[in-house]
């Protein structure tokens, strides 16, 4: 098999590993577009417990406590490939001061592992940014409804089909659709940068 029937190969796969899903109007008719993920961080309560699931060097994370000021912020991540390895002792530096005050925790580890060892009912938001693959968003977002308030708010990142610069496909819009219609929850902000890299942020339906 050459190179080409391989990568089509595998491209088949994703595709047919990746369900589609329907979305009613109920779904949809309560989202705002927002301009960017910065102006999300206004809408969502303030001074409440929240997680970044995917933190790589803290640059999103320093936004979230300056704009949204929760009491806790936690930060999960692997940091476990040689890109974002260094990630976590740079944030370690840079944020030794809410580390000690006990406002920002460091969770080393896969996001669903470490997910599981949280109460239930636990975070007021929460911000999804890991690999972006259908699987794992899908697996993260199905904890999230169980960690997360019944009034709370579940959002990620890269709400979008993929990485046209480095080819990468995404399954977050897929993942996202099918728990919407399986867990019950709705759109509640879209953000629309012009790179396309959006945002997307959820709520429980009936709210
Ligand atoms: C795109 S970066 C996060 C960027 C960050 N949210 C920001 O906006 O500044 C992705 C991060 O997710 C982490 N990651 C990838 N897959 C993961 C997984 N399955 N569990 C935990 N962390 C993961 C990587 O180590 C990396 O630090």
Known sequence: MDLYEQRERRRAKLVADT??????YFQTNNCRVL???????????????VAEIGAAFGSYSAEI???????????????D?????????????SFASEIRAGRLHL????????????????FDWVYIDTNHTYQTTWEELVL????????????????????VVRP???GVIQA????????????????????????????????
């Open 144 to 163: 999230c409804d169980a960690k997360v308030k019944r009034e709370g708010h579940i959002a990620g990142h890269d709400f979008c089909t993929g990485n």
């Open 107 to 122: 969770h080393q580890g896969y996001s669903t592992a470490r997910l599981k060892k949280f109460s239930d009912n636990f």
């Open 176 to 207: 996202v659709a099918k728990f919407c219609a399986e867990y019950g929850w709705q759109y509640e902000y879209i953000t629309l940068e012009s790179h396309g890299h959006f945002s997307f942020c959820l709520k429980r339906l009936g709210l």
């Open 168 to 170: 990468m496909v995404y």
């Open 65 to 79: 406590l300056a704009r949204n000021r929760p009491r806790e912020l936690h930060l999960i991540d692997a940091w």
């Open 81 to 93: 490939t040689d890109r974002y390895r260094v990630g976590m002792k740079e944030i370690e530096k």
């Open 19 to 24: 369900p589609l899903t329907d979305l009613g």
């Open 35 to 49: 301009p960017n993920r910065l102006e999300l961080l206004h809408h969502l309560p303030g001074r409440g417990i």
